[in-house]
């Protein structure tokens, strides 16, 4: 059983710049691999970004490619999501997401593929 607790989210203005924190549970979190997911108001969820294990493969969705970064520290069982030039279609409930994989470099982008979830943060980007 892992338990997934995001942090960082908060109320910021176009072109600004937050810090996602997801603190894990358990001494396995090497084993899984992470994602990011975010829920707009009447959308569906969509994927964001995942890394691998080992933290040496990243994905990325187009819409926030070049201005997002994920990472990981193992030591600390820990993923962050680095968001810069954030944009008012930002706004939504990030959440982080984990599943056991064997592979180092295994990658998910599908939410059905992820077997714990945290509660969320919300992110609001105002124009």
């Known amino acids: 059983q892992v338990q997934l607790v995001e942090s960082g989210g908060g109320l910021v203005q176009a072109g600004d710049s937050l810090r996602l924190s997801c603190a894990a549970s358990g001494r396995t979190f090497s084993t899984y691999v992470m994602g990011w997911f975010r829920q707009a108001p009447g959308k569906e969820r969509e994927f964001v970004s995942a890394i691998s294990r080992s933290g040496g493969s990243t994905y990325y969705a187009q819409s926030v490619k070049g201005r997002f970064t994920i990472s990981r520290d193992n030591a600390k069982n820990t993923v962050f999501l680095q968001m810069n030039s954030l944009r008012p279609e930002d706004t939504a409930v990030y959440s982080c997401?984990?599943?056991?994989?064997?592979?180092?470099?295994?990658?998910?982008?599908?939410?059905?593929?992820?077997?714990?979830w945290g509660q969320g943060t919300q992110v609001t980007v105002s124009a």
């Open positions: 997401a984990a599943a056991f994989v064997t592979g180092l470099h295994t990658l998910k982008t599908d939410a059905r593929g992820y077997d714990y």
